[in-house]
């Protein structure tokens, strides 16, 4: 760790992680309701364990690229963080926030906790991943203000590089881009039109810088290439990413009552979306293979290589399957929109965050990596990890496969209801696969107490 004020970044990983552990239990929770539909009823009925996963899942990979950021621009500006205390500050009313909305969702009604919060002041609340009580997404607004802040003061009193332009680019993109959460018009048609400027353009769009940006940062540090080779790279991702996200954001436009030709455009370009995904894999290899040193920490080049493969198979290649207007008329809405939401935000996000606190977690604890016999569990609970989504998705795949066929095209089509009957073999294969997940995530966890002769520290 170059910069005393890096140190900012170890509360928001250690969060981040917290976060993690606790979505997984509830998708633990989702996996067995679907298959035994009374589990944990009334307590915590489906729509709230749903509303939880979702909410933990975003808010923890918010956390990820904060603390992801307070490491990376230091080091990018060359000069110290313009307001450690202001970053500590925000990490507190952020996390205070977040845990007191979903301590909301989980103790009081729904439609409660919309009247204690303000939402007929503006009625923001009751749409799906946006499900935030007013006062909190104003908390949000606040937070990300504050962090844009100080992170535009520490780039403008230093160095300014590719990297941390892109990434400050994509965290501007994504503070904008919420602020359509507050847009909740009566016309169910422009509701949807405009909810996917929060949704998509987070995912599909700015995220896709954040992550790009964070996963050059870690290939510079690990493989030593020169750095204005990989920000050609970086320059021809990012412009890939855009031009095919921002309008592939018609592949959710296709049956809602926007006009025809939407169909044609999310066509065009969603099926253009796995071309940067397909580029960053390349990038992510090529960088290794071009190394000029091994760096001591390989559970950091393990996940950004795993990074680069994931979010190319599930962003991409599932993304693909059903991104066409004549596939997506039978296919939306079904598991397999599932399978991809699965593996695309696993592959793309989960474990970028995951590859920078593996690089800079043994940095801020004083080392240069952690212990070989550290790294050996870190690099388990990976494969532990990835080829359990992998099979989380294959299942989800099968099951929406099966549901298309049985509800949608076939000549007797069944109620929905005795389709999930017909489909729960999968649902009881994917609970299994996700009890693996959590074991690779019970190793990660463990990778952190393991001791060992750890490398000693050196500025990369």
């Not at 994509?170 to 949704?199: H, Q, R």
């Not at 039978?330 to 695309?344: K, L, P």
Request: proline share 4%.
């Amino acid at each position: 760790m170059k910069y005393s004020s890096q140190s900012v970044a170890m509360p928001y990983f250690i969060a981040a992680i917290g976060l993690f552990v606790g979505q997984i239990i509830f998708g633990l929770a989702m996996g067995l309701q679907y298959v035994v539909g009374d589990f944990l009823f009334p307590e915590i009925p489906f729509n709230v364990a749903r509303m939880v996963h979702t909410n933990l899942l975003i808010v923890w990979l918010l956390f990820g690229f904060m603390g992801a950021t307070y490491f990376l621009v230091p080091e990018e500006a060359e000069t110290e963080l313009y307001s450690p205390k202001l970053a500590l500050l925000m990490f507190w009313v952020f996390l205070i926030a977040g845990a007191a909305t979903i301590l909301g969702y989980l103790l009081v009604p729904y439609s409660t906790l919309a009247e204690m919060t303000g939402n007929n002041i503006l009625a923001t609340m009751g749409r799906e991943f946006l499900e935030q009580p007013l006062i909190t997404k104003i908390g949000i607004v606040i937070v990300a203000l504050a962090f844009l802040f100080n992170i535009t003061m520490t780039m403008l009193k230093g160095r300014k590089t590719v990297i941390s332009i892109v990434l400050l680019m994509g965290l501007w993109g994504l503070a904008i881009f919420f602020l359509f959460s507050f847009y909740n018009p009566g016309n169910l048609v422009k509701d949807k039109f405009y909810w996917w400027w929060v949704v998509h353009l987070w995912v599909e769009g700015v995220w896709e810088l954040i992550m790009a940006a964070i996963l050059a940062f870690v290939l510079i540090k690990v493989t030593g290439v020169d750095r204005e080779v990989i920000e050609k790279w970086l320059y021809v991702i990012i412009t890939l990413a855009l031009v095919t996200g921002l309008i592939g954001t018609g592949h959710h436009y296709f049956w809602i009552g926007t006009p025809e030709y939407w169909q044609w455009l999310g066509s065009i370009f969603s099926a253009l979306e796995p071309i940067p995904f397909f580029a960053m894999t390349v990038f992510a290899f090529n960088m290794v293979n071009r190394r000029r040193r091994e760096h001591p920490n390989k559970a950091a080049v393990l996940w950004a290589l795993g990074t680069g493969v994931m979010a190319f198979l599930g962003a991409g290649v599932w993304g693909f399957l059903h991104t066409l207007a004549p596939v997506n008329y039978y296919t939306h809405g079904s598991q397999i929109t599932a399978a991809h939401g699965h593996m695309a935000f696993y592959g793309a996000y989960v474990l970028v965050v995951l590859t920078i606190i593996s690089y800079a977690m043994p940095l801020l604890r004083g080392r240069a990596a952690n212990s070989e016999r550290s790294q050996v569990c870190e690099m388990w609970a990976f494969w532990l990890m990835t080829i359990s989504m992998v099979f989380i998705t294959l299942f989800l795949t099968a099951a929406g496969i099966l549901q298309v066929w049985l509800q949608r095209v076939s000549d007797t089509p069944m109620p929905f209801m005795a389709v999930q009957d017909q489909i729960a073999l999968f649902y009881w294969m994917r609970l299994w696969a996700g009890v693996v997940f959590a074991a690779g995530l019970v190793t990660y966890l463990a990778s952190f107490f393991v001791k060992g002769d750890s490398k000693p520290l050196i500025h990369a």
